[in-house]
């Protein structure tokens, strides 16, 4: 299903000569998140994107829709089965190759050297309001504030504060390796 997509700002450049598209700066709203960032695509075959960027705030219940999902997907699959409420705060963004960090001059010439990995990832959010089935069948976190960072290939979360049950958590941290 479509998502809703309001007030894109986007300016770049082409480079033709290396079949590169620069995003310099993307600002966007999509789906009530606000999306800051700027991009990177080389038109080779398959094509590269890498995008930089901040996320304001996300829903869980989107977290899923807006995740591709052939990137990251161990963590993917669990965070879909296992994810049921809260929200992701302040999240930092990093896929793909390097974006440029800024407007001034060509970018690097990825077809002379070995190309860039495309499945690079490096997630940091803040949390709060989770639900999660972290360990079934033990009792799902409620409630739960702290921070994760996925890269490709573990997800680490920090847990703050929460509730497990009757007991409350002061702290403790969860890591998935892939």
């Known amino acids: 299903a479509p998502l809703p997509l309001a007030g894109v700002e986007a300016t770049g450049r082409w480079y033709p000569g290396r ?55 161990a963590a993917r699959s669990w965070v879909a089965a296992s994810l049921r409420e809260g929200e992701l705060r302040r999240c930092r963004v990093r896929l793909g190759p390097p974006a440029p960090a800024d407007e001034t001059g060509p970018p690097p ?26 360990l079934p069948p033990l009792d799902p976190i409620r409630n739960a504030i702290g921070s994760a960072r996925l890269t490709a290939d573990r997800l680490s979360v920090e847990v703050e504060s929460g509730s497990v049950g009757a007991c409350r958590v002061d702290g403790g941290t969860f890591v998935l390796a892939f």
């Open 19 to 73: 079949e590169t598209v620069e995003v310099g700066r993307l600002v966007a709203d999509i789906g009530g998140s606000h999306l800051d960032a700027r991009a990177r695509v080389v038109l080779a075959a398959p094509p590269v994107v890498g995008l930089h960027g901040t996320v304001d705030a996300l829903p869980l219940a989107r977290l899923a829709r807006l995740w591709p999902t052939d990137l990251a997907s």
């Open 109 to 134: 010439a990825y077809a002379a050297a070995a190309p860039p990995e495309p499945q690079a990832v490096d997630v940091a959010c803040d949390f709060r309001g989770v639900a999660a089935d972290y």
